[in-house]
């Protein structure tokens, strides 16, 4: 393997690592905005597809490129589109007992 | 200008926006900072996408007219589609929809891989090869995997397993031509073996067509109720799918990115599986319900239901000092949340305390019924996991069942049902129970719910929406 793909691994490595540990501590009612939070973040992908478009030099290569482009978009900002709309609605309304939000991790509770 | 200075500067915009993607998913640990964590994470995304197009307008050769109609085309058509879908799409069928923006981010990176293989072809180096058919393989299963998962939560697709014809031996088929297809495209890379162009098009294409059929064939057999774990792994999927793209245009943000969302997906799907207790393979393999251990196993129930009319209800709700709603799909696709919202104000105006009951699986994604209740603007505080409420059901004088079924089943505590074994909400231990239900007919595991036969329980047969109405009226003329 040549020294570029094997420095790329370890970012990828790395990556997953950091992955596990920032994830692992979201509480479990955030887990549908999170999925949603991630599955926009991949479509970075978008970025790739800019990449071939920019390669590309015969029909076939401009057609994938292009539905590549489509969809990568679609991702990205459906994506945080959909993510800000469910967010927004858990910022609403708790106003007064702030405090109690973290009740996960060992609010007493009555 | 010199290409090279402008492309370290590229570089590390790349690297800031993969750092964005990492800090905003940290900041959606809390409701609080959640909304900014994802904004964060949009913003690295700008970063990211901007400092592309950059690299691609000033490195030699520029950006061709064609070239940028396509990128600017595709993301107007792409960009405008995701944006009214997002916009317009309703609370209950989240779900779905971020299935089918998995779907086309996985399309995405399949294409890229395709078209990278397409110009790599003959010659194109070993390890490249590799990340090349793998990230083309996984995209395409990811494809038609989650076009599917949205599918069967839309209803476009029965929900219940669906069993192909030669059932698990036609996903085994489709994988080993997959992984056989993979393995002499890598050893023709190798130079092992000697591969014509037209051959190794050809086996890419098979590799390509066995992952899109594969991807159908996997998903199919799972029943409704495991979808949110099937979104995860393939959302998970998607991401590896994107590293590997990444890896073949050597992008550290493809990677990094791509390995976040890959490790994300991963512990997602565990947790998930974990609220079931089933593991990811269990789930994989065999249909919930279907099947012959789900046939015989319990036909308790069903005999004696004591059926209860709403004023009797809001006289119980009324004078009660406490009361758990506990709210479950049915509550979602009526779209009862407001109503239920309302019902609970008015008990609280009266003095009754209302906490609601969260099931992890409640809905059809973890965390699916805090967001729509959240979207009620129920107070977040009253939302409660399942392990913090369960011990409160021996102190509470009536647990409102809405619309949720196999997450209260008793049965579950036995061996021998097909949910044993699943954690519950322990609402048999409630004084008096209230079923709102609109007919005796089975949750997703497709059994008898044993809590409807116990003598506690009174069962208000009518939609969620116009249930809760009847028993607001109620209350209120009291």
């Known amino acids: ?110 | 200008m010199s290409p090279e200075w402008i492309y370290t500067f590229v570089y590390i915009a790349w690297l800031a926006g993969a750092s964005c993607f990492v800090l905003g998913l940290h900041r959606m640990n809390s409701p609080a900072t959640g909304r900014s964590g994802n904004q964060l994470s949009a913003a690295g995304m700008v970063i990211a996408v901007v400092a592309t197009f950059v690299y691609l307008v000033t490195r030699e050769g520029g950006l061709s007219g064609t070239a940028l109609a396509i990128i600017f085309v595709g993301f107007l058509i792409g960009g405008g589609a995701g944006l009214y879908t997002a916009r317009s799409v309703k609370m209950t069928a989240m779900p779905q929809l971020v299935s089918l923006f998995n779907a086309v981010g996985g399309g995405a990176a399949a294409l890229v891989a395709i078209d990278d293989f397409i110009r790599l072809n003959s010659g194109a180096p070993l390890d490249t090869t590799i990340f090349v058919v793998l990230g083309a393989l996984i995209g395409s299963v990811t494809f038609t995997g989650s076009l599917i998962a949205g599918g069967k939560l839309q209803g476009l697709i029965a929900g219940k397993p669906i069993y192909v014809p030669g059932g698990q031996l036609v996903t085994i088929a489709l994988a080993v031509v997959a992984v056989l297809g993979t393995a002499t495209l890598i050893l023709g890379a190798a130079g092992t073996l000697n591969l014509d162009s037209t051959v190794t098009l050809g086996l890419l294409g098979l590799v390509v067509l066995s992952g899109l059929i594969f991807g159908i064939t996997m998903v199919l057999p799972i029943g409704g109720a495991d979808m949110p774990v099937v979104i995860s792994l393939l959302n998970s999927f998607t991401g590896t799918a994107a590293a590997m793209a990444g890896f073949v245009l050597g992008n550290p943000v493809l990677i990094i990115s791509g390995a976040l969302v890959g490790a994300s997906g991963a512990i997602l799907t565990k947790l998930m599986a974990d609220a079931m207790n089933r593991s990811v393979l269990n789930i994989m393999v065999g249909g919930f319900g279907g099947g012959d251990e789900a046939a015989g196993a319990v036909a308790a129930g069903g005999a004696s239901v004591r059926e209860i009319g709403p004023d009797d209800v809001a006289i119980q709700l009324a004078y009660a000092q406490s009361v758990i709603i506990v709210p479950g799909y049915g509550l979602a696709v009526a779209q009862a949340q407001h109503a239920v919202r309302e019902l609970a104000e008015l008990l609280e105006a009266r003095g009754v305390d209302v906490k609601y009951a969260i099931h992890p699986v409640a809905g059809r994604m973890p965390g699916h019924m805090n967001v729509l209740l959240a979207e009620a603007n129920v107070p977040y505080p009253q939302l409660k996991e399942m392990e913090e409420i369960n011990p409160e059901f021996d102190r509470c004088d009536v647990a409102l069942v809405i619309g949720a079924n196999d997450v209260t089943n008793p049965a579950a505590r036995r061996p021998g049902s097909p949910v044993s074994g699943m954690p519950i909400l322990d609402v048999d231990h409630a004084k008096s129970i209230v079923v709102i239900k609109r007919s005796m007919g089975r949750g997703y595991a497709g059994i008898d719910n044993e809590l409807y036969g116990d003598p506690k329980t009174g069962m208000l047969f009518a939609d969620a929406k116009d249930g809760l109405a009847a028993l607001t009226a109620a209350v209120k003329a009291l």
């Open chain 1, 1 to 110: 393997m040549s020294q570029e793909l094997l420095t790329s691994l370890a970012i990828f490595t790395l990556a997953i690592l950091v992955g596990f540990e920032v994830i692992s501590k979201v509480p479990a009612t955030l887990h549908t905005p999170l999925m949603s939070g991630a599955n926009s973040i991949h479509g970075i992908v978008i970025v790739g597809a800019m990449i071939i478009a920019s390669e590309a030099d015969n029909p076939v290569s401009y057609l994938l490129a292009f539905i590549a482009m489509v969809f990568g978009s679609m991702n990205v900002v459906g994506g945080y589109v959909v993510t800000d709309r469910m967010l927004q609605m858990f910022r609403k309304k708790p106003t007064a007992p702030k405090a109690t939000t973290e009740s996960a991790d060992g609010a007493p509770g009555a």
